[in-house]
């Protein structure tokens, strides 16, 4: 068990809808990433907060966006979905010296 | 940029045998991370090992043990004893700090899978 809890396990969403990711980083932790994985591909980085602040942005479409809130949880939503939005999505937290990420155990996310 | 390329999707090991799994990277950047991550069928990510660019000597995890070879950009990972447990998806991913922007950016690698037969 990593620390790192990622609600809920599985989604399922019709095009058009919009959702949101949950994620509790370890405790202590300041930073949370959030990272795309569609089937059998690499993760792509989207988005890094620290300490409640945007951190580093990667490759995010602009229908989905993120924020951390002062307890340091994080929320990714997307919006506009569509078909091609189908994949797992992961949190990872660190100390914020980005050193080591820890990962949770990922979102499913399945648009039909 | 940087780029992080695995050239095997798939390998083979016999249990208890010895497998190498390949990683080049790309980067005009002398100051990195390095690591290699596991993601078993409940594709949960999970650290294997990690090895810092100034560090020449290879980093070593109980039975996985990295070749780093900085100048030709290679990050090899070598499980020793193969156990069934070790078939997964392996990802070789790449950090840097940019001190411009005051930000860290990770890059993965599309992963290789890993089949142990019994």
């Known amino acids: 068990d990593s620390g790192v809890t990622q609600t809920p396990k599985h989604l399922i969403t019709a095009t058009g809808q919009r959702v949101t990711l949950r994620c509790s980083p370890r405790?202590?932790?300041?930073?949370v990433y959030w990272y795309q994985q569609s089937l059998d591909q690499g993760l792509q980085f989207l988005i890094q907060y620290y300490n409640g602040e945007e951190r580093a942005k990667g490759n995010i479409l602009e229908r989905f966006s993120a924020q951390q809130f002062p307890d340091l949880h994080s929320e990714l939503n997307l919006s506009s979905l569509e078909l091609g939005d189908s994949a797992l999505y992961f949190c990872?937290?660190?100390?914020?010296?980005?050193?080591?990420?820890?990962f949770g155990a990922g979102t499913r996310l399945s648009v039909l | 940029a940087q780029t992080v390329t695995q050239s095997q999707p798939e390998m083979s090991v016999q249990e208890a045998e010895t497998v190498t799994l390949s990683c080049t990277y790309d980067t005009s950047e002398s100051d990195y991370y390095l690591f290699w991550y596991k993601q078993p069928p409940s594709r949960q990510m999970i650290l294997v090992i990690r090895?810092?660019?100034?560090?020449?000597q290879n980093a070593t995890e109980n039975r996985f043990s990295v070749n780093f070879q900085k100048a030709a950009k290679s990050f090899s990972l070598k499980i020793s004893d193969s156990q069934l447990g070790d078939a997964a998806m392996y990802f070789c991913?790449?950090?840097?700090?940019?001190?411009?922007?005051?930000?860290?950016?990770?890059?993965f690698g599309t992963g290789t899978r890993l089949k142990v037969l019994a």
């Open positions: 991913a790449y950090r840097t700090y940019s001190y411009t922007s005051g930000t860290y950016k990770y890059i």
């Open positions: 405790s202590g932790d300041l930073s």
């Open positions: 090895q810092e660019a100034y560090k020449q």
């Open positions: 990872a937290s660190g100390t914020g010296d980005g050193n080591i990420q820890y």
